[in-house]
């Protein structure tokens, strides 16, 4: 029974953790892309347009990142180049992601999915309990785990983390290093974009895999709202969306268990923890101030 | 929200067209406001194919656009506003939860009509309709009881209305005239529409044991699951048997067309009264998709049942019936009357949940 619950908790949390791990990266660079929503959708669509008509569900999932990705670059260009309001493109983004996706996805709608197939690890599937939980998933399990990874790495131990990070709290400073602040920004917001696409094509080949309008549902604010509430750490973000996971999962698992709690309350669980673990952190004004990348939200336009 | 402004854009270009044109005769426009998108493959997609009937039996006199997507609560009563300022004569709004935004409209309109789905507030302007979908969860019931291995189903809910929580013990009802110990469990989603959500609750049913699920939510991914981990499931709304055809065993169909023709021709021809509609089974509102993946025995008793509820001889809430904690509601021979019905908010004895207040 437990491994079973795992099981639906790992296909749950698996594409917030992605989605907030680009997210974080991008907001690490200086960028407030509140588009998450609408680039998970462009993926989710993407994923499934090219499954179908490949035949392939990798094939698929390069779509799903391709197409986040690409609708990105339209965030990155109005924001970075013509140095729009960061928050109003963001939600424009959301805005014509669902629209465009649904017309998108019309003539998909309705038809069976490809599902992504679990790759079982020889060996290590055998190890009892956690095998079956850890090492016979889909990739896109297998990919979470290695971005919280890379990420974490990258930003923290290589040279390129450290300048990504120094043009998110002072983009002037950094600039006046010679660093190439749009220019990594715009990698950045596509690597944010790139991983929303991933996320969605989970969603569209993995979690259901079929295409529905607005399949997403909100996972994308979600997403957004993790990268908060892990403080821009990439293993918090592992941990948190976890647990919104655990609590969404747990909360079905107890009404059919029968437990006699009222289902609107346990409904609601996932979002009173997310506000209870932020009034934790923000308790702490030292550490949320080290953490939050200083340029957040601001334009940046080089004097020369 | 999304295609909100898409489809306004469109409405205003209609608009535009007529004012401009010199038409001898203006259509007159039939609009409906959906809750989810017309290609849900349940509940929307369903009244899409009775509006597109209606186009296709009255297109020459009248137009129909729609809204989809539009969000209950705050956005649906402006959504519904813009569609009466545009000039509709006539608006469906399918969904229960736009009543309060239906009678708020309604009010501000007295000379547009309006339709509302399942509610039960009218108005000299406002009619409702409704369709007995308890008559076809019954016969599901009693096909789950039959299949079931286990004696357990697993029903997932959206929001505990009486539309819903009728649904329930109309199910319990079926299923306990074939086998009175049959059980369900119920998960409620609070939701009508979030494929992940509904797929996760789907999982977490067959995992605490259930091996026949049912949903009352609008997407395929219930059956996709149910299909996936080789149990049986029941369609809502449409015929699912694209998402389980080896796993559907019927649907409930909404077969709202006719419904939507009458009504319009009441209108066309001066005729439209203000009613409270609920038909069932028997007028053709709801049919039953094919009997499946069932074997010869089952698909004859789900076959009579029917038959003998179109006929009338059997009204699924006849007692008696017990209230879920024992005390009486119906006496023997005594049938549920409509109002009782369409405000139930307890359980009926068998319905293993607690009822969310």
Known sequence: MFEAILLTVITASTPLVIAALGELVTERAGVLNLGVEGMMIMGAVAAFAAAKMTGSPYIGLLGGIAGGALFSLLFGFLTLTLVANQVATGLALTILGLGLSGQLGEPFAGQPGLPLPDIVIPGLSQIPFFGKVLFSQDLTFYLSIALVVGVNWFLFKSRTGLKVRAIGDNHASAHALGISVIRTRYLAVIFG????????????????????????????????????????RPWRVLAGGYLFGAVTIGQLHAQAFGIAVPSQLLSALPYIATIVVLIII??????????????????????? | M???????????ALLGGFSSGAQAQEKKKVCFVYVGSRTDGGWTQANELGRQQLVKALG????????????????????????????????????????????????????VKFEHATGFKSAANVATYNSRFYEGRYISGQIAAKMSKKGVAGYIASFPIPEVVMGINAFEQGAKSVNPNFKMKVVWANTWFDPGKEADAAKALIDQGVDILTQHTDTTAPMQVAAERGIFAFGQASDMIAAGPKTQLTAIEDTWGAYFIKRTKALLDGSWKSEQSWDGLKDGILTMAPYTNMPDDVKAMAEATEAKIKSGELHPFTGPINKQDGTPWLKAGEKADDGTLLGMNFYIEGVDDKLPQ
């Not at chain 1, 939200?297 to 080089?302: E, I, N, R, S, T």
């Not at chain 2, 999304?2 to 205003?12: D, G, H, S």
């Open chain 1, 193 to 232: 974009g790139a991983c929303a696409g991933l996320a969605g094509a989970q969603l569209s080949l993995v979690y259901t895999p079929q295409w529905v309008e607005n399949m997403s549902a909100g996972r994308g604010w979600i997403a957004l709202a993790l990268v908060v509430f892990a403080s821009w």
């Open chain 1, 282 to 304: 923000s308790h702490n004004r030292r550490t949320t101030l080290i953490n939050t990348p200083a340029s957040l939200g601001k334009p940046f336009v080089p004097d020369r």
């Open chain 2, 2 to 12: 999304k295609k909100l402004v898409i489809a306004l854009a469109a409405t205003a």
């Open chain 2, 60 to 111: 020459d006199k009248i137009e129909a656009p729609f809204l989809e997507n539009v969000p209950e609560g705050p956005d649906a009563e402006r959504a519904i506003e813009r569609m009466a300022r545009s000039g509709c004569s006539l608006i469906f709004t399918t969904s229960f939860g736009f009543m309060d935004a239906t009678m708020k409209v309604a009010a501000k309109f007295p000379d």
